[in-house]
């Protein structure tokens, strides 16, 4: 089930690298929660950074993801992540998904509208 909750601006999507990722720290709609945000163009898709496998963080260092192709790779046990659905397709984790959030773009800003 979605948890609805007032739309909340995230970041410019220009913030973000194109064909990258970035990390959103602190949201308050989501307690305080780090948040991947990533995009490929104009195309933006969200989770939240904590990875199926031990609740640890995916990036390396702050904001900094290890992106391969089409995947997101959590660098504590390198769990490897579909960018486009969020399921681990290889690692320790293989069948499970990172927790999607709902996003927008509003006027070249990103905006979370919810959590899924
Ligand atoms: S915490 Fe991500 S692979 Fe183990």
Redesign the pocket.
């Known amino acids: 089930m979605d948890t609805a909750f007032p739309p909340s601006l995230m970041c410019r999507l220009d913030e973000i690298p194109d064909d990258g990722a970035t990390a959103i720290e602190g949201v308050a709609a989501l307690g305080g929660e780090s948040v991947i945000v990533e995009r490929r163009g104009d195309a933006v898709r969200a989770w939240l950074n904590i990875?199926?496998?031990?609740?640890?963080r995916?990036d390396y260092a702050p904001g900094r993801f290890l992106l391969k192709d089409e995947l997101l790779i959590?660098?504590?046990?390198?769990?490897s992540f579909n960018r486009n659905d969020g399921v681990c397709v290889a690692?320790?984790?293989r069948g499970e998904h990172l927790r999607a959030l709902a996003v927008e773009l509003r006027g070249g800003e990103v905006w979370l509208l919810a959590a899924g």
């Not at 990875?51 to 640890?56: D, L, M, V």
């Not at 959590?74 to 769990?79: E, F, N, P, Q």
């Open positions: 990875c199926p496998h031990a609740g640890r995916l959590c660098a504590v046990h390198g769990a690692g320790p984790c």
